[in-house]
């Protein structure tokens, strides 16, 4: 048996995370991640234009059966997400606390609450509908009756400052209400989103729903505000001046607009997140249903 201390140190691999599969970047780059005391930790994927196009592509086609899922699914699925993580806690406790150069007990009580937001978002899919959903009253022999639906594709731009349970308090959000999502990754702490990915990829989360991205933020943000199959933006992670000009490239195609006030919104992440989110990438759908004569009187819906 060799001795232990001959061996060479094996090092983790990052990748993108895009249509269910994990491919180096496009262009072949790389950047230096160190953690806060500039100690090197690994070598993350530099993502491309190129890179962006192909997780918008990814993520239109996850579109159709991710939103058309029951609520319950999606939930269900969720609650999966929240599984693995738990069991991979060891892992994310240590990138955390180099990421955000945070103490062990630190990192520990910030991996607890990101589990803690998958499993709050997934008891929301099914509720959601009966929050913002309802019967109308109109003047006239009709069934009024108004739902949300999700927005599309939703490019996030991630929390800079709090790499995992930032990032999970806006991206749950987005996918439990039926949305897909192109992730922009931290710049300076892409490794916990890229770790992510790998949970994602084994929790039944259908392949494209989710698309993770780890480079320059404004150059991966800049071609996603602009591309025309994206629906809406969460702009986060973005400082004021890139927010600004992603709101101006986000105009062409009137897509929606997230854009939270102060560094990475101003929010503090531990707190009770609310439904603010839930309800940011949503349209409202509303049918009317003739009744009496005209339709089928005194039916149960």
């Known amino acids: 048996m060799s001795d232990d201390h001959n061996r060479l140190s094996v090092f983790k691999t990052y990748k993108l995370y895009v249509g269910g599969k994990f491919p180096r970047s496009e262009s072949g780059r790389v950047y230096e991640v160190t953690d806060s005391r500039d100690k090197w930790l690994a070598n993350a994927p530099l993502s491309s234009r190129k890179d962006a196009r192909d997780a918008v592509v990814a993520a239109r086609k996850a579109f159709g059966g991710w939103s058309g899922a029951t609520a319950y699914l999606r939930g269900q699925i969720l609650y999966r997400v929240a599984e693995m993580m738990e069991g991979r806690r060891g892992q994310f406790v240590r990138e955390v606390a180099d990421a955000e150069g945070l103490s062990k007990s630190k990192a520990v009580e910030v991996v607890e609450a990101a589990v803690d937001r998958w499993v709050w978002y997934a008891g929301w899919t099914d509720k959601v509908s009966q929050v913002l959903g309802g019967a109308n009253p109109v003047s006239g022999p009709f069934f009024n009756l108004s739902t949300p639906e999700p927005t599309g594709v939703v490019a996030v731009v991630a929390p800079q400052e709090s790499s995992l349970l930032g990032l999970v308090s806006v991206l749950a959000p987005v996918i439990a209400t039926g ?70 490239a986000a105009a062409d195609n009137l897509k929606r607009v997230l854009r939270p006030q102060g560094a990475d919104g101003g929010v503090d992440w ?4 609310g439904t603010g989110r839930l309800t940011a990438f949503l349209e409202t759908k509303t049918v009317w249903h003739p009744t009496g004569s005209l339709g089928v009187s005194g039916s149960a819906y």
């Open 270 to 273: 531990t707190a009770d997140p």
């Open 179 to 248: 949305n897909t999502a192109v992730v922009v990754a931290s710049e300076k702490a892409p490794l916990p989103a890229l770790s992510l990915a790998e949970v994602l990829a084994t929790s039944d989360v259908p392949g494209g729903v989710v698309n993770i991205l780890s480079g320059r933020t404004a150059e991966i943000a800049t071609p996603l505000a602009a591309h025309q199959d994206v629906n809406a933006l969460d702009l986060t992670g973005a400082g004021p001046e890139l927010a600004r000009d992603l709101e101006v």
